[in-house]
């Protein structure tokens, strides 16, 4: 069993002596995250229904040259296609042990700060699987200068070598709506989770700053970048979900998507669990334990059906 906790020394020789040691436990500060804000649950699963859902998609009816109709003539028929994806659940968790000496001679309870780091343990791991969920999609967007850019379509993205900037989320913008047909995210705007860099990259372009120097000057001073070009744009610095070094000159990864673009499939709710005391009760532990998985609702690449752009590099 790995130790509770560990001391490190002060200094690296001479006698030692204890200090007094502070009333309050002082925290590391956390990443922010931010997916788990734009996923949705799947009805209708849950426990005791095995461990893979069948998401059922309905493809669209492709609209004719002409619907008009001859006398005489039976009116033509169509394709009515129904497609699948299947998500299949995964148990995650993570433990701490202690012992009961630890928290006997331990001047702070043991336990409140584990629970507490685990629970933002718990949020960091979520927010990871669900950013993976997004950036599976197969549109891989990587900017290659101030005005260009490379799409691809199978997954694999191209090297980037330019930050964003207006130019690519104008670009980005028109290739959702005109070329993939994506629903917006809420009935007006698509969504974007993009990393500090990435959003600097597009405050640092002088367009961006023309945009915002009468309608909104103080953007700037606050950070603010809300809605540009019909995306609205929320930041993280969660590193393991999207990465702000990315490609030849470091760039900013970030998402774009529209509606109904991943799910979570859920048969066992994260929770905090206490171990069973062992050991006589001298050993103990918490964890976090659930049973799940994230999943595009379209993997694909066609109009109409991919709901997510990447903004990456090879």
């Known amino acids: 069993m790995p130790a509770p906790f560990t001391w490190t020394f002060d200094a690296p020789s001479g006698t030692y002596k204890n200090h007094v040691l502070s ?28 461990e893979t859902i069948t998401l059922t998609r309905v493809s669209t009816i492709a609209e004719p040259s002409s619907a008009v109709l001859t006398e005489q003539t039976r009116i033509p028929e ?49 927010d990871t699987m669900a950013a993976t969920g997004f950036k ?86 606050n950070f603010e970048l809300g809605r540009m070009e019909n995306i609205r744009f929320s930041e993280t610095n969660h590193s393991n979900a999207l990465s702000n070094a990315k490609g030849t000159n470091s760039i900013g990864e970030a998402v774009v998507f529209g509606e109904d673009a991943v799910v979570m499939a859920e048969a066992i709710t994260p929770e905090l669990r206490a171990a069973q005391p062992d050991d006589y009760g001298r050993k103990r532990g918490v964890a976090w334990y659930g049973c799940l998985a994230f999943g595009l609702v379209w993997d694909t690449a066609n109009a109409g059906e991919c709901r997510v752009i990447h903004v990456t590099s090879a």
């Open 23 to 50: 009333q309050k436990l002082r925290y590391k500060a956390i990443q922010d995250t931010k997916f788990m804000d734009y996923v949705r649950g799947v009805e209708g699963f849950g426990r005791k229904k095995g």
């Open 78 to 126: 169509d394709v009515f296609a129904l497609s699948t994806v299947s998500i299949t659940v995964q148990e995650i968790g993570r433990s701490v042990p202690y012992t009961s000496l630890a928290e006997d001679l331990s001047e702070y309870d043991i336990e409140n700060p584990i629970q507490r780091r685990l629970v933002e343990q718990k949020a960091f791991v979520l």
């Open 136 to 221: 599976a999609t197969l549109i891989k967007y990587a900017p290659q200068g101030a005005a260009t850019a490379t799409v691809t379509t199978n997954g694999t993205p191209a090297t980037a070598t330019s930050n964003l900037n207006v130019f690519h989320c104008e670009e980005i913008r028109d290739y959702m709506y005109a070329t993939l047909q994506c629903p917006t995210w809420d009935g007006q705007n698509y969504m974007a989770i993009a990393t500090t860099k990435a959003l600097r990259g597009i405050r640092r372009d002088p367009a961006w700053e023309q945009w915002y120097i009468y309608t909104n000057p103080a953007a700037k001073q």
